[in-house]
């Protein structure tokens, strides 16, 4: 193997601007301004375009002369040529050209040629416009498509050239000896390479050659992004207002009317720069631009959803075409993941370079430097798998092809592979068409479809949250929830702060939207089920899992339960628009890297049948699922925990022990005991969670375990992954600054909370000042460790701890909940209760309010007041009363929310006096779950002296 370093490449030579045939005077290039750039998505520049623009120096921008419309058209006339595949063996002038640029001469000298030629049958060439893309419209006009863009002045000749009298005598695809109509329409079957060193797989030069199993589905395809209507055009040259517009994904062509008698425009894809939404309200008018090599386009349309349409059937042609120029040229590929030599079947080396999602493929390295592609792939029309471990071979799935190769060794191979399924899953990532929309616009759009004007879940109007694998609303509340069960079923977004809204997910959103979400998740529902905007936490919480997770209410696929069957239906159904159904079978357990029959993971099938739509919801539907597409059933086949003990699961890389160790892909399984990591289907390791003494995040998305043996290196896929695996390790490994429900709790009391006030019950009643005085900082700091590290096995130690320390210790917890034990939304109306006058309405409402809490919250209060209460009671000699004790608490317990010192200071004292009442009213407050009155509760104040009094010093 030969890998490439990058440092001691050459620099790269960028396509050699090739002097254009026509001179400086030519009329082709006075009409060029120098500025064409591709779009944003695909960075490297266009090398046919570089070519163009250092061909123009010079070039009198403003000439409008009859030579000029000439020179148009000669432009438009060289369209197809753009598309020309190599020659199987091209001829290479390895001295002063590239291969590239040797290909615009000849692009640009055919230039005069073709144009005149142009009744004459098509070229070879001409079949490839059709070839790569969607089925070409019933009757083709090649004469049309060729005038190029008529300036007004030269209507008539349009008009002459009328569609219906085409007087091209024969359509590109029939003219083609490589390409009869039904090649288009039946699928091409995958070649399996034998022993051959044939060179076919390489004259298909485009991933995006469709192939289409039934002609309705071959019109649905091409017909997905194709779009025509009524348009209101401005501040163009093109002559009227209102103007009928025609795109098929080739070309964009503006006629007078309907009945396109007068042709007066033709934008071919490949002049196109970008089409952005300009204005979204009827105020101002739906308007879109589309900002082309000469000149930009302002269009005016109807509705929104019109708008959208064209923007998104637009971009999504401009990238194709900028996509295809790179598979002709090989892009830029400097720099890369991996190069260097694979053997193919025949015995001939082939070298190989990965750089993101693109695999190129040359005969030699020096190609390689020369840029002389043999193959651009892009990998996410590709798949990987190994054909020979023993003899390190390996197959790289093409859409139209397998390729056997064969590595040096083993090692060579698997590395390959891991380079490739890497490249994949980037693809699969970058798959994001459309660039992103303004984040507070994107409510609106969103809004189109009524439904998602009210939460999926509890009704509440206005949503702001996003659920994007299940293209539903949410309000806040509801997503607070969604977001405490798996990513698995619910992947949250906000709706106004998330930037990645791209047209695409909004159509998704548009299209699914939560009417059509419920008929499935809703399906079985009563009314004795639902939850309206204003039932508590537990009720909600109830309802998200019972809907989402357990899916109570579902209309499940009748394949549920056959995985096979699943998968197929998936496999056909991206193949159409039928955008709930793949919704359905997902949700149903189809497996998203499930791959066909045909050889095709189902978001592949659905690249290959131009569906963006199906695309977006299978990718919202696959990115946790990490890039395990080696042996797709095998997790199948581990033997995971139970559901119930899974705190959190998904796949990390991990790095070994040694700091030269690769990272690996392994599956990880937290429960409350251990993580443990899986290979394949057997378990490679566990650590047990009490032996974890700290978990960080590292860099971006680096996690760093460590135990007192050594530490874990892993890397999820992106900085949310890895602080959500930190955080639920955390809260296992660690009690203070941990949400109270994550608590490990003795009858429903944090074990802190419980050992403390024991102690403290125990020793500390007679002790002045028990709670104002404050405990020693470092012996503090022990206990706060101790608990992390255990905090059920904590015994203290009264010869070492005095009760002050132990008291500071217990505040210190309470002060350091993520949120006050009254939880955020309860604590403002339990302070607004003092200001109630009559008592037993005052009563009525704490009651109520502390009766909502959680339970763990309530119970743990209710503990805590009836301590306080304890302690109170000995107010004579350790002069803590019930006053006292509020002033002491009421910075612990309450969140007070204002900065401002003035208004902090009213709201303390408002605070106060409610936990003052509190205290004070305790008998009355508490009263629920007083038939379960938690044993602990209940046990003698003897108990502690019972206890062997040592402090079990564990990783102090
Ligand atoms: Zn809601």
Same mark, same amino acid.
């Given at each position: 193997m030969t890998d490439i370093k990058p440092k001691l490449r050459p620099a790269r030579r960028p396509p050699e601007p090739q002097p254009a045939v026509a001179d400086s005077s030519s009329p082709y290039s006075n009409v060029r301004p120098p500025n064409r750039k591709p779009p944003p998505p695909v960075p490297p520049p266009r090398p046919d375009l570089l070519h163009r623009t250092s061909s123009e120096?010079?070039? !009198?921008?403003t000439s409008s002369t009859p030579k000029e419309k000439v020179g148009h058209m000669n432009r438009q006339s060289s369209f197809p040529e753009v598309y020309r595949p190599k020659p199987p063996t091209p001829t290479r002038n390895r001295d002063s050209l590239s291969e590239e640029s040797a290909y615009q001469s000849i692009r640009d000298s055919s230039i005069h040629q073709s144009f005149y030629q142009l009744d004459d049958s098509s070229t070879d060439s001409d079949y490839h416009i059709y070839a790569h893309g969607p089925i070409p419209e019933q009757n083709p006009t090649p004469a049309k498509q060729r005038p190029g863009r008529l300036p007004p002045e030269l209507p008539k000749s349009v008009e002459n050239r009328s569609p219906r009298t085409p007087t091209s005598p024969a359509s590109y695809v029939q003219s083609s000896p490589r390409a009869p109509p039904n090649s288009l329409i039946e699928p091409p079957p995958i070649a399996v390479e034998e022993d051959d060193e044939t060179e076919d797989w390489i004259t298909v030069q485009h991933s995006f050659q469709p192939f289409i199993s039934k002609p309705e589905d071959a019109k649905k395809a091409a017909s997905s992004m194709a779009r025509e209507g009524y348009l209101t055009v401005s501040k163009s040259r093109i002559p009227s207002e209102k103007i009928w517009v025609k795109y098929d994904s080739k070309t964009l062509k503006c006629y007078d009317n309907e009945e396109k008698n007068k042709l007066l425009d033709i934008v071919p894809v490949s002049e196109m720069k970008s089409a952005e939404i300009k204005s979204d309200n009827a105020k101002s008018g739906f308007k879109f631009v589309l900002d082309t090599f000469p000149e930009q386009y302002n269009f005016k349309t109807g509705t929104f959803e019109d708008v959208q349409l064209w923007v998104m059937a637009l971009t999504s042609g401009i990238i194709k075409e900028t996509r295809r120029v790179e598979e002709l040229t090989g892009g830029n590929m400097e720099n890369p993941t991996k190069a260097g030599y694979l053997k193919r079947s025949g015995g001939k080396k082939l070298f190989m370079v990965i750089k993101d999602q693109y695999i190129c493929c040359y005969h030699n390295q020096q190609d390689y430097l020369d840029n002389k592609v043999l193959r651009r792939i892009d990998s996410k029309t590709s798949s990987v798998r190994i054909q020979d471990r023993a003899k390190y071979k390996l197959i790289l799935s093409l859409c139209d092809k397998e390729l056997k190769l064969q590595a040096e060794n083993e090692e060579d191979m698997l590395a390959w592979i891991s380079t490739i399924q890497g490249a994949i899953k980037i693809a699969l990532q970058n798959l994001d068409d459309g660039g992103s929309l303004p984040a507070m616009e994107v409510k609106k759009y969103i809004y189109h479809n009524s439904s998602n004007r009210i939460c999926a879940d509890c009704l509440s109007r206005d949503p702001e949250w996003a659920v994007i694998n299940l293209g539903i609303t949410i309000c806040e509340k509801c997503a607070g929830f969604h977001r405490k069960i798996s990513t698995d079923f619910s992947k949250v977004k906000s709706i106004?702060? !998330?930037?990645?809204?791209t047209p695409a997910r909004i159509k998704l959103f548009q299209e699914i939207g939560n009417k059509n979400s419920n008929k499935f998740f809703q399906y079985a529902i009563t009314q004795y089920d639902k939850i309206n905007p204003n039932v508590n936490d537990v009720q909600r919480l109830e309802f998200i899992k019972s809907k989402y997770v357990k899916k109570e209410f579902y209309q499940f696929? *009748?394949? *549920?339960?056959d995985a096979k069957g699943l998968g197929e239906a998936l496999c056909e159904v991206v193949k159409t628009d039928n955008i709930l159904e793949t919704l359905n079978l997902l949700l149903s357990g189809a497996d998203v890297k499930y791959v066909s029959t045909e050889g095709f993971s189902p978001i592949q099938s659905a690249i290959l049948h131009d569906q963006p739509l199906q695309v977006e919801l299978l990718q919202a539907h696959y990115d946790d699922l990490g890039g395990e597409m080696l042996n797709p059933g095998k997790l199948s086949s581990v033997k995971l925990p139970p559901s119930s003990e899974i705190i959190k699961q998904g796949y990390l890389d991990k790095k070994g022990p040694q700091t030269y160790d690769r990272f690996l892909k392994r599956y990880f399984v937290l429960t409350p005991k251990e993580l443990i990591y899986h290979k394949d289907a057997s378990v490679a390791g566990r650590i047990s969670v009490s032996s974890i003494t700290d978990v960080s995040v590292q860099g971006n998305c680096e996690i760093v375990i460590s135990t007192q043996q050594r530490s874990y290196t892993c890397r999820a896929s992106n900085a949310e992954e890895a602080r959500e695996w930190v955080e639920a390790i955390t809260w296992k490994i660690k009690v203070f600054e941990v949400p109270i429900e994550h608590q490990d709790t003795a009858d429903g009391i944090p074990y802190v909370v419980d050992t403390c006030i024991r102690f403290i019950a125990e020793y500390g009643l007679? @002790? @002045?000042g028990i709670y104002r005085k404050s405990g020693r900082n470092n012996m503090v700091e022990q206990l706060r460790k101790a608990f992390n590290a255990d905090a059920a096995n904590v015994v203290i130690d009264p010869e070492v701890y005095s009760v002050h320390d132990v008291a500071s210790t217990l505040k210190k917890y309470f002060r350091t909940l993520p949120e006050s034990i009254f939880t955020q939304r309860r604590s403002d109306s339990i302070i607004c209760t003092y200001s109630i006058n009559s008592k037993s309405e005052k009563i009525e409402a704490l009651k109520g309010f502390l009766d909502d809490l959680p339970e763990v919250n309530y119970r743990t209060c209710r503990y805590l007041i009836k301590h306080l209460v304890s302690v109170s009671e000995h107010y004579r000699i350790n002069l803590m009363s019930v006053d006292n004790l509020a002033l002491v608490f009421t910075p612990t317990l309450f969140r007070l929310q204002h900065s401002n010192e003035e208004m902090a200071i009213g709201e303390v004292d408002i605070a106060l006096g409610s936990l003052h009442d509190i205290i004070a009213e305790h008998e009355v407050l508490f009263r629920k779950f007083d038939d379960t009155l938690s044993s602990k509760e209940m046990l003698p104040r003897k108990f502690f002296s019972e206890l062997s009094l040592k402090v079990k010093q564990r990783t102090l």
């Open positions: 120096h010079g070039a !009198d921008v106004t702060l !998330d930037s990645k809204w696929s *009748k394949f *549920k339960g007679q @002790e @002045e």
